[in-house]
């Protein structure tokens, strides 16, 4: 017998005791506070990775393994969770930032061609001297052209870091030889705020399309603005506004409210119950306010909705908004992807969470959520609305419901009475921002002096845009039905015009031409001129106003992509 031999069983029972004491070690060293099964999981993920790796029959990137089941598993959580890849991360976040840096046009794509649509003033493309119209057919010396032309293509070739530059090829119209610009890039201002104006002599309009970091900066300007024509009442217009940050809601409440209101507060299983509260600093505590919400209504301008509500403090008018009471939390991994991570509810100052039902990893219901409220004929009829959430009171005592987003304190249904198979199949088939962009991109010297609205109109006008529209699409396979384009009529020149002016102009004056035939303005109005922005408790001899107005439905307009 060697020696080695006699010695064996003590070798193997060290060898046991040793790693009991490493597997202990590295088991309180890495679990921290962890549950078992999170640690056990986590190992098996980790194991099934390197197997694929090791072992499957072709080879297979890990990475992309990964990024595509990001999003998988946080739809397994609730409908707002979500994973940005690194390469999105910045793009997502510009809009609310305020600013991107870049070189200060809006876009495009037409026959894989890059056309720039407009100018941002002050930005470095207006300092060249590029144009709207103006087709981008070269950038930094390579063709851009064709099929590698896409919208995420042209934004990553034009947008780059503060001070660096670009060259792009430039066919402009009237040009026999292509042009050549050099760019410096640098920030451009992404505004909030879309139309600012006097819809009376008394009563002044804001529309708010994000609540991001500057936008209460720029209602303090927009308020000032108003102050100056005398304005001594207030619509803001939240329609389509889907959110943004939390604090710039509670910013733009606090303008509104005298001292010591609750605005919101928020709660989680790991987040403490915190409130928000005005703190009276305020400049406009007492001036009539109206708010105007629909079902794109959503999250911060939820927040903002329900805080005027419970507080008494305005008048929602519109349509249900779209109910979103969870708060994400956005947490940044190395490489630059992060995620949005749901950590709390919010509540509405009367205790409310308007959060729609939704079932973990089952969204489909939850994503079709509007167009079934369009089916069950909520678009159209208050009574049709379906509100199963429990009852809350405000201040003074009215009935509010949880559980699916704000409900209007005056309801204004969607108008369809215009609506004919002919104008459906014309927007289905996208004809009308295709006629739009071509007329404009074909008439921009003729309009080139024009910087009035109602100019802009006449000519229109005088062109007979309209004839040219129903011939236009003839001439791309809808057949013409006179009887029904006359039905459609008023409806097809709101459209064409609007989409028009919006090209030529910009998007204050499209809202402005658009208002003037919206029944949800013209109901604000009304409201205002008869006094009734403060909200009042119902009572035996005296009925709340339960006529129901109804709108057309805002008509689509172009979003040109900004770089």
């Not at 997502?92 to 070189?103: K, M, T, V």
């Not at 529209?469 to 013409?480: A, E, H, P, Q």
Request: proline share 3%; with cysteine; glycine share 8%.
């Amino acid at each position: 017998m060697h020696r080695n031999s006699r010695f064996a069983p003590l070798l193997i029972a060290i060898s046991i005791i040793v790693g009991i004491i490493i597997g202990t070690f590295f088991a309180n060293r890495f679990s921290g506070n962890r549950l078992n099964i999170i640690n056990s999981s986590s190992n098996k993920i980790n194991d099934l990775l390197h197997i694929i790796d090791d072992q499957y029959v072709d080879t297979v990137n890990i990475a992309d393994i990964v990024e595509q089941a990001m999003p998988r598993i946080l739809a397994e959580l609730d409908p707002h969770c979500s994973y940005i890849s690194a390469e999105a991360a910045k793009t997502a976040n510009d809009d609310l930032e305020g600013s991107f840096c870049g070189i200060g046009v809006q876009f495009t794509i037409k026959r894989d061609t890059v056309y720039i649509t407009n100018i941002i003033d002050g930005g470095p493309a207006e300092r060249v001297g590029l144009l709207a119209g103006d087709r981008i057919i070269s950038v930094d010396d390579e063709p851009y052209v064709g099929k590698v032309v896409t919208n995420e293509e042209t934004l990553h070739r034009l947008k780059g870091e503060r001070d660096s530059q670009v060259k792009l090829g430039i066919q402009r119209r009237g040009e026999k030889k292509p042009l050549s610009f050099t760019l410096t890039r640098g920030d451009i201002p992404i505004k909030s705020i879309d139309a600012t104006y006097m819809l009376t002599d008394k009563l002044g309009y804001v529309r708010i399309n994000k609540f991001g970091k500057t936008t209460y900066p720029e209602l303090l300007i927009a308020l000032a603005e108003l102050e100056q024509e005398g304005f001594k009442g207030l619509v803001i217009d939240l329609r389509g506004n889907t959110g943004g940050y939390l604090d710039c809601a509670i910013q733009l409440v606090n303008e509104f409210l005298p001292a010591d209101k609750l605005i919101v507060y928020t709660e989680g299983r790991r987040a403490k119950r915190e409130d928000y509260e005005s703190n009276g600093q305020g400049s406009y505590q007492k001036l009539p306010l109206i708010v105007l919400t629909d079902e794109g209504t959503a999250s911060a301008a939820e927040i903002f909705s329900g805080a005027i509500q419970d507080n008494d403090r305005g008048i929602i008018v519109g349509r249900r908004s779209f109910g979103k009471g969870l708060v994400q939390k956005p947490m940044m991994f190395a490489d630059g992807s992060l995620i949005h991570l749901t950590v709390s509810r919010y509540y509405t100052p009367s205790g409310r969470c308007i959060q729609k039902p939704y079932v973990n990893g089952e969204d489909k219901e939850y994503e079709y959520d509007i167009a079934n409220r369009y089916l069950h004929g909520e678009f159209f009829n208050e009574d049709s609305i379906r509100q199963t959430g429990d009852v809350y009171t405000t201040s003074i005592g009215r009935k509010v419901y949880g559980g699916g987003g704000i409900m209007p304190d005056y309801f204004v249904a969607e108008d369809t009475t215009l609506f004919t198979t002919y104008y459906q199949e014309v927007v289905q088939k996208g004809l009308v921002s295709q006629f739009c962009f071509e007329y404009t991109d074909n008439n921009r010297a003729k309009y080139a002096n024009i910087k009035n609205a109602d100019e802009v109109l006449k000519q229109l006008k005088r062109e007979h845009v309209i004839q040219q529209f129903i011939n236009y699409c003839d001439s791309k396979g809808v057949k013409r039905r006179n009887n029904m384009i006359l039905h459609s009529q008023q409806l097809i020149e709101n459209v064409v015009h609007g989409l028009i002016l919006y090209n030529l102009l910009d998007i204050t004056e499209y809202i402005k031409f658009i208002n003037k035939e919206d029944v949800t303005i013209k109901k604000a109005i009304q409201l205002f001129n008869d006094n009734l922005t403060t909200p009042t408790l119902p009572t035996d001899d005296k009925t709340t106003d339960k006529k129901t107005a109804y709108a057309a439905p805002h008509p689509t307009i172009r979003v040109w992509l900004s770089a």
